[in-house]
T-cell receptor, first 114, second 109 residues
Framework: GAVVSQHPSRVICKSGTSVKIECRSL??????MFWYRQFPKQSLMLMAT?????????EQGVEKDKFLINHASLTLSTLTVTSAHPEDSSFYIC??????????FGQGTRLTVV | GQNIDQPTEMTATEGAIVQINCTYQ??????LFWYQQHAGEAPTFLSY????GLEEKGRFSSFLSRSKGYSYLLLKELQMKDSASYLC??????????FGAGTTVTVRA
């Protein structure tokens, strides 16, 4: 099946710094990628929809200036958490859609802000 | 938006069958998905229903009734490795997935 690679898998950063997370579709072109956040023992919450060559669409309550999304090519989308704070510590997961049926998820990134 | 409900926890014995129910209220429906998620890992795709009826895939089956806003995931011949969280997700017309809170299934020997 299609593979989505997410990097890094874990990152620890200091409060106030920025962190970039990459999401790559390895063997298919993804015009649309999605970014989710998952807090412990909770389900995935959609943060934004990333469209190649255009601005991302953010869900209600998600700060677009804090969570910068860039989808510069058909195989790469990046999420940058700017000026990270401890409350941003979470599990961030991307997904990419190849066909009608399935959405493939990256491995996820565990972000810890200290 | 979507409102998706599924039980929080279920426990079953190895070799048994477990059925996880999911009910949803949606402003737009374009398919229902079931995912398996082990702790600390990303979800993996299990099944997809867009029409009413049963979809069978090995030990896993999924059922959908659009008129009732209802789906279930059936896990047969349970194995210890099936212990995980199972997520019900509804897709809207923009291909966005809304997830339920997940059902933690514990398989006991």
């Amino acid at each position: 099946g299609a593979v989505v690679s997410q990097h890094p898998s874990r990152v620890i950063c200091k409060s106030g710094t920025s962190v970039k997370i990459e999401c790559r579709s390895l063997d298919f072109q993804a015009t649309t990628m999605f970014w989710y956040r998952q807090f412990p023992k909770q389900s995935l919450m959609l943060m934004a929809t990333s469209n190649e060559g255009s601005k991302a669409t953010y869900e209600q309550g998600v700060e677009k200036d804090k969570f910068l999304i860039n989808h510069a090519s058909l195989t790469l989308s990046t999420l940058t958490v700017t000026s990270a704070h401890p409350e941003d510590s979470s599990f961030y997961i991307c997904s990419a859609r190849e066909r009608e049926v399935e959405a493939f998820f990256g491995q996820g990134t565990r972000l810890t802000v200290v | 938006g979507q409102n998706i409900d599924q039980p929080t926890e279920m426990t079953a014995t190895e070799g048994a069958i477990v059925q996880i129910n999911c009910t949803y209220q949606t402003s737009g429906f374009n398919g229902l998905f079931w995912y398996q998620q082990h702790a600390g890992e990303a979800p993996t795709f299990l099944s997809y229903n867009v029409l009413d009826g049963l979809e069978e895939k090995g030990r896993f089956s999924s059922f959908l009734s659009r008129s009732k806003g209802y789906s279930y995931l059936l896990l047969k011949e349970l194995q210890m490795k099936d212990s995980a969280s199972y997520l019900c997700a509804v897709r809207d017309g923009d291909y966005k997935l809304s997830f339920g809170a997940g059902t933690t299934v514990t398989v006991r020997a």
